[in-house]
């Protein structure tokens, strides 16, 4: 059973961070189908059309037909582990810091045999497990076998929380707690188990709706942070920028209507100025320490986390400077992701639907509860996904769009 995870010690100054390492990284391009299935916290594997045969590892064609008519489909993983061996001596840096590693040979119940690594629970072979495609550090999809049937303390595994972002004993800071999904992300932390919030509020002066409800909770540090003010975020960043282990950035601007329907373009900046260019000012203050503590024992930076929109993907006319603003922020959250890769610094893309909040008033159910949102972001910082679809009409716009862009394009616009 695996043993309840401590709180870390506090750090030693005098000893020095050891640096950020990856596990081995390439991948063929027919590969990164599993990388892509995994990024959403699925695991899929390849099947043929026409002889149905399910195979591993991807492949340009059927190993069994040769056909080249493949298709992704998500599998549920169960299998039995026919055997099993423990790495204590490794040629990848990676590994060789992490000594010793289980890996283990799984039979699926769909057919392909594939290595895994072990989850600690996991009996000796033969035994029944369940197969997940999670991301490894290298931001590439791993294959990770865990026991069929949940155990106590599951996800403070060793091995399995270098594949994670649990928020459990780290520190973080959310941007903007004066709004509803603010405040109930920072509730959420603290009941996963974070060890300290900062709650960052613009203009210090007002006391907004929560206020006391917040600073009751001995978890969390009310701190003055408005992303408009490159002097506040660089300040906070001297201060702070140090310890945060996850970054979860939900400063927002959010007017309704389109261009024609609004004189002017001082909404549209302001929409900017947070969603786009609050984004840059914290990637470029916070960013750099992150990277530098990739890899700084159980309490290392693991996660950035940008509370991004569905319309995103393709603009909503009725929310159409909205829509560009996150279409800019999403754009530059990619950027901000291959540089944060390389010392296993997760980037979490979150694609909500509508939140059930004033600027969403006039547009129909289904509507996302602020509380609902920030319990699947906590959730996903616990798979260690990369990007979340949240609510049904999040997942409707998500599938229309991967089908045919143009199509909703017209069908949104009508």
Same mark, same amino acid.
């Given at each position: ?9 506090? $750090? ?51 190993? !069994? ?33 992490? +000594?010793?590693? /289980? ?20 009996? /000796? ?6 197969? !997940? ?17 949940? +155990? ?5 595994? /060793? ?18 707690? &004066? ?26 002066? $007002? ?14 540090? #009310?701190?003055?942070?408005?992303? +408009? ?15 945060? %282990? ?14 024609? !329907? ?58 159409? +400077? ?13 950027? #901000? ?22 600027? !969403? ?20 910082? &616990?798979?260690?996904?990369? %990007? ?17 862009? &143009?199509?909703?394009? /017209?069908?949104?616009?009508?």
């Amino acid at each position: 059973m695996t043993t309840p995870l401590q709180r870390p010690r506090r $750090k030693n100054p005098i000893l020095r961070t050891r640096q950020p390492t990856a596990p081995p990284a390439t991948r063929s391009r027919v590969a990164l189908g599993l990388t892509a299935a995994a990024a959403r916290g699925v695991f899929e594997l390849q099947v043929c059309r026409d002889c149905g045969t399910t195979q591993y590892p991807p492949r340009e064609a059927c190993q !069994n037909c040769l056909s080249e008519r493949l298709v992704w489909k998500p599998q549920d993983g169960l299998g039995e582990l026919v055997s099993e061996t423990t790495l204590h001596l490794s040629y990848e840096l990676f590994f060789r810091e992490r +000594t010793p590693w /289980r890996l283990g040979m799984v039979r699926l119940d769909c057919g392909p045999v594939l290595i895994a690594h072990l989850h600690g629970d996991v009996p /000796r072979a033969p035994t029944r497990v369940k197969v !997940n495609a999670c991301l490894d550090k290298a931001g590439q999809a791993a294959l990770f076998a865990v026991p069929e049937k949940e +155990t106590p303390n599951m996800a403070d595994d /060793r091995q399995l929380r270098e594949m994670t972002c649990d928020p459990k004993y780290r520190k973080v800071l959310v941007s903007d707690a &004066k709004t509803a999904l603010g405040q109930a992300l920072v509730k959420s932390l603290v009941e996963a188990g974070a060890d300290l919030v900062w709650a960052g509020y613009a203009e210090p002066w $007002k006391k907004f709706a929560g206020f006391d409800d917040l600073k009751k909770l001995p978890q969390v540090a #009310l701190v003055p942070l408005d992303v +408009t003010d490159s002097k506040n975020v660089r300040e906070l960043a001297a201060e702070i920028g140090g310890r945060v %282990d996850i970054l979860v950035n939900t400063a927002e601007h959010h007017r309704a209507y389109g261009i024609a !329907n609004r004189a002017g373009v001082e909404t549209a900046r302001a929409e900017m100025d947070v969603n786009y260019f609050g984004l840059l000012r914290l990637a470029q203050e916070f960013a750099p320490a992150m990277r530098s503590r990739g890899a700084d024992g159980l309490s290392s930076a693991v996660a950035w986390v940008n509370i991004l929109s569905i319309y995103a993907l393709a603009n909503f006319p009725p929310h159409g +400077t909205f829509s560009a603003s996150k279409a800019a922020a999403h754009s530059l959250a990619q950027c #901000l992701r291959a540089e944060m890769r390389p010392a296993g610094v997760r980037v979490l893309n979150i694609y909500p639907g509508p939140i059930d909040d004033e600027w !969403n008033q006039l547009l129909l159910p289904p509507k996302l509860a602020p509380a609902a949102l920030a319990r699947a972001v906590t959730q996903a910082l &616990k798979q260690g996904v990369e %990007d979340l679809y949240p609510g049904d009409l999040a997942q409707e716009w998500l599938a229309r769009w991967r089908d045919n862009p &143009k199509a909703l394009e /017209r069908e949104i616009s009508t």
